[in-house]
């Protein structure tokens, strides 16, 4: 069965360094999500993207946050400058072929910024 | 806006006992989807019923049924015959009913536990 994978399982970087997250979405999905979990709290919603573009983004999605399909298989999420606070579980889903109204998830990274 | 709120922070029960999670939500939107994700240790989100606001019928899955009350907002989840597997956070959520293009709005979520 096709699934959403995420890369790194965890990741931990300094405060201030720039970080990727990577996504591979299920392959006939056009619709792509960011979504972030602080420990201990629930998931929130950070981005949609459709069509090589932001479709809607949350209060949380500011400017040292940075979506991409840089290729047909990848879809990323970029912090520019880390800070504490965006230590999380991040978590891909994806959406689309046959059926738009379930969201597949991936595992989620682990972010740690020290 | 549309909001979710589990009451329920915690909650336990005896393996094999039936048990049921709250989840009632806030909408102007007619049409919409319902679903409850497990959160077991290893944190993935796990899609374990969707109910669509439409339908009268219940979802059902396997051990899992929902009570989904319309008018009063409610969508609860019955586990029956509870496993020990079935220990995890489960979230409630709520997604509006426009192809594709949808983020998702989670509850708080409710911590499960599985007795032996």
């Known amino acids: 069965e096709p699934e959403v994978t995420q890369t790194p399982s965890h990741q931990v970087t300094q405060m201030g360094q720039e970080v990727i997250l990577r996504c591979v979405p299920i392959s006939n999905h056009l619709y792509f999500y960011w979504y972030r979990q602080i420990l201990g709290q629930k998931v929130e919603f950070l981005v949609s993207?459709?069509?090589?573009?932001?479709?809607?983004k949350s209060e949380i999605f500011d400017d040292q946050f940075s979506v991409e399909r840089p290729d047909g298989s990848n879809f990323t999420l970029k912090i520019r400058s880390t800070k504490l606070e965006d230590s999380a579980m991040y978590f891909c889903?994806?959406?689309?072929?046959?059926?738009?109204?379930?969201?597949?998830f991936g595992p989620g990274t682990r972010l740690t910024v020290l | 806006a549309q909001t979710v709120t589990q009451s329920q922070p915690e909650m336990s029960v005896q393996e094999a006992e039936t048990v049921t999670l709250s989840c009632t939500y806030d909408t102007s939107e007619s049409n919409y989807y319902l679903f409850w994700y497990k959160q077991p240790p290893s944190r993935q989100m796990i899609l374990v019923i969707r109910?669509?606001?439409?339908?009268?019928q219940n979802a059902t899955e396997n051990r899992f049924s929902v009570n989904f009350q319309k008018a009063a907002k409610s969508f609860s989840l019955k586990i029956s015959d509870s496993q020990l597997g079935d220990t995890a956070m489960y979230f409630c959520a709520f997604m509006k009913h426009v192809k594709g293009n949808n983020d998702m709005r989670f509850g708080a979520g409710t911590r499960l536990t599985v007795k032996p």
């Open positions: 889903a994806s959406t689309g072929g046959t059926s738009t109204d379930t969201q597949y």
């Open positions: 109910q669509e606001a439409y339908k009268q």
């Open positions: 993207f459709y069509n090589n573009e932001i479709s809607e």
